[in-house]
């Protein structure tokens, strides 16, 4: 799969100051670009500097070649897939933790190359995590 980059910021989920308004202001300036847009839009997560802990890269991206750089994620990489209540206003935060306290006890291990988000137009949210 190609993914066409709209836009991107580096960050870390617990160390980056002001890092909420650094993700919102990414989806603000991407959805912009994204107004009629009608497909799956992705939120991809790479560049890992160690584990969920460190530094990593967000990526805005659509299937569509309309960025000017792309990510492939191909077929061969093994993803563990997390549905997220798109009812519970808390339901994308509740899914990381989930995700995160997997990992933690040793049920998830993750490879750290791409991770993703997938937007369905439907409203439908997946997280797609790369695991070993």
Known sequence: MMLYIIDSIRTNNFHGEQMMGKIRTLWENASRKLEHHQNNVYGVYNDYESDYRGDY????????????????????????????DKTDEQGMFKTWSKIWKQEEIGLLERAYTYDFEKY????????HIGAV
């Open 57 to 84: 890269s967000l990526s805005i991206a659509m299937e569509e070649n309309n960025g000017e750089a792309f990510i492939e994620i191909t077929s061969s990489e093994k993803y563990k897939v997390f549905q997220v």
């Open 120 to 127: 369905g137009p439907n409203g439908e949210i997946e997280i």
